[in-house]
């Protein structure tokens, strides 16, 4: 039997600590200009464990879109490899009286699985455009630097600068608020999703480029049929009024509005590729079954959509 070596490499470093904080203070040594503190999130498989003895499959279907919803927190650990999909499909499947209690979470799992599939087919290529936008605007005109008033959290709008703050202090956000902040960023400030993209990767503890990058483009519709925006009814709704109440521009929110009138004012007019009588977006965020349109994959782009 091997035997599992326990002298500490030359160069790697230390492996135990006597408490996180000694942990914080050698990751501030080492990586001085990294942002944000330490995540509260802990790894390690006892905690991948007792995270999945939590899962609620019933509950994660009714309220999986809802910023308070019984989400799993699973997924930095499948991430590292702490935790694999088919170990959670097993435990799913183990505390469902039906399979229909467990089917949301398990094609959540699936469409993990289809991220990394579609990064083995494009390879270097999730970098790139798989199609021209949908939004009537030239892929050229979008800014191609993250702004500095996003980065710093200094935007006045209360509820991206929150959804920042989280994103740089805990290594997560809840996915509706990845979409959102995409969204916003891609639609309302005309910013490349690469940039985006990179800039969530830099943060995110559960993130790869297979699952964040094709989801930006998801949202960006360069890897969809159509955008995907939203407005302040869908912020509340799925997000209470927690941002808005503390709001400076709760007076002048750009999110304000029927989804109408927020796609006349963000999309130029575009031919019709089919007509499918659901307009370019639908309110639930969710592409349609009816695109004709292909990414260089040949994989059909409406089969894309960030959910986690």
């Given at each position: ?193 690469k940039a985006g ?8 503890i559960d993130g ?101």
């Open positions: 039997m091997p035997t599992v070596q326990t002298t500490s490499i030359p160069g790697d470093l230390p492996r135990t600590f006597a408490s996180r904080k000694e942990l914080e203070r050698l990751l501030v040594e080492e990586f001085p200009s990294a942002e944000g503190s330490l995540s509260p999130i802990r790894g390690g498989r006892q905690a991948a464990e007792a995270k999945l003895s939590q899962v609620n499959p019933a509950r994660y279907a009714k309220s999986r879109n809802h910023l308070k919803g019984a989400v799993t927190g699973l997924s930095p650990y499948i991430r590292h490899g702490v935790l694999t999909l088919a170990e959670v499909r097993d435990a799913v499947f183990q505390r469902i009286r039906n399979r229909n209690d467990g089917s949301k979470l398990i094609n959540e799992l699936g469409w993990r699985d289809f991220w990394q599939r579609m990064w083995l087919d494009l390879g270097e290529g999730i970098h790139d455009d798989q199609e021209e936008p949908k939004t009537g605007h030239a892929a050229s005109s979008y800014a191609k630097e993250l702004p500095a008033d996003v980065r710093d959290g200094t935007t006045g709008l209360a509820c991206m600068d929150g959804f920042r703050d989280e994103l740089v202090s805990t290594g997560w956000l809840h996915n509706h608020a990845r979409m959102w902040m995409a969204a916003w960023l891609v639609h309302w400030r005309r910013v490349h999703w993209a990179d800039w969530f990767l830099e943060h995110l790869d480029p297979a699952s964040n990058h094709l989801s930006w483009q998801w949202v960006a519709s360069t890897f969809s049929h159509k955008p995907y925006f939203f407005n302040r009814d869908n912020l509340v709704r799925y997000g209470g009024t927690r941002h808005c109440d503390d709001c400076s521009s709760v007076h002048r929110c750009p999110f304000d509005g029927s989804y109408e009138q927020l796609e006349g004012q963000l999309f130029a007019p575009m031919p019709a590729i089919r007509s499918t009588g659901n307009g370019r977006n639908r309110r639930d965020g969710r592409p349609g079954n009816s695109s004709v349109n292909r990414g260089r994959s040949g994989a059909s782009a409406a089969l894309a959509r960030p959910k986690r």
